[in-house]
């Protein structure tokens, strides 16, 4: 494979709109897609309401940018409250708590959409040689429809 794949826990419901280069199995589902090799290259692959999400994003002046777990506690906490529900189902009670100062590992990698110097949605992704994992993604619920999360996984 000439591009590393990653990992994403989806819906089952999702699994009928796959993407080139999906490889879906089990449930709950679990996709390895094969991450392209430029973002232009992914914008060529995705459908254009997905495209349009990420413009839509742009022009609200959302960007995107790593970021260190132990400067955006407070942040991560409103996403992490903004919505009792998701995905069908009650938050954890580990999303409740104010989250905990955590060690960086260097294999993992945290990246966030900001507004202003505000954080609205996170992700982190462990790597491990050529394969990533998106352990977490999620996003702030006033910001969801802005293409937040779109613009996160370009």
Partial sequence: ??????????????ASERLPGYFVM???CVALLAVPSSPS???NTVGPKTRNMISKARRRSY???????NERLA????VNTSKPVRQGKPMSRAYKAFPQQSAEAAYAVRTGVFLEDTLVAYAKCV???QLSIIVTIIGHADHLTHGVMNM???
């Fill in 1 to 14: 494979m000439d591009s590393p794949p990653y990992v994403a826990t989806i819906d089952v419901t999702a």
């Fill in 26 to 28: 089990g449930s709950p």
């Fill in 41 to 43: 290259q992914y914008l």
């Fill in 63 to 69: 960007y995107h940018a790593p970021f260190v777990w």
């Fill in 75 to 78: 942040d991560i906490h409103e």
């Fill in 127 to 129: 790597r491990m040689h």
């Fill in 152 to 154: 996160l996984v370009y």
